[in-house]
């Protein structure tokens, strides 16, 4: 594990929500993929089985904000400013897959897009995030 991905890790390790849904992530240089091992108590709807929107934004949320932390020299996390969540289709009960592209990088803003999805293939996203986070130190 690089010394900034370590970072991100203790980062998760101290933030509360991170720890109460399990989120785990592997890196690879600059670009990590995020896990949210399927638990009961995520189900939002019983009758077809699917995760709650809360759970699968906060996840990508969380997601978007670790990969700004793991891309950028911040010392404390970035502040969302604003989210846009898209619910694509229905997340079912099993292990949920992410990943975030951060756009741009600037010395006061962050442009994000992350994507979730199900099962092997990337390319199916089940919820997108676009978000801006304000990345300056002093701000």
């Given at each position: 594990m690089s010394p900034r991905a370590a970072q991100l890790?203790?980062?998760?390790d101290r933030t509360p929500f991170a720890r109460f849904i399990g989120m785990e992530?592997?890196?690879?240089?600059?670009?990590l993929i995020a896990r949210l091992p399927f638990q009961k108590k995520f189900i939002g709807n019983g009758a077809i089985n699917a995760l709650?929107?809360?759970?699968t934004g906060a996840f990508l949320e969380l997601t978007?904000?670790?990969q700004v932390y793991l891309q950028?020299?911040?010392q404390r996390p970035p502040k969302p400013i604003n989210l846009t969540i898209d619910y694509l289709?229905?997340?079912k009960g099993e292990d949920l897959y992410a990943r975030a592209i951060v756009h741009k990088l600037g010395r006061r803003m962050a442009s994000v897009r992350?994507?979730?999805w199900q099962g092997k293939d990337p390319d199916k996203v089940v919820t997108a995030l676009q978000a801006h986070f304000l990345v300056a130190e002093d701000g």
């Open positions: 890790q203790a980062f998760l992530f592997e890196t690879n240089g600059d670009q709650h929107g809360g759970a978007a904000v670790a950028s020299d911040l289709r229905s997340a992350a994507e979730a």
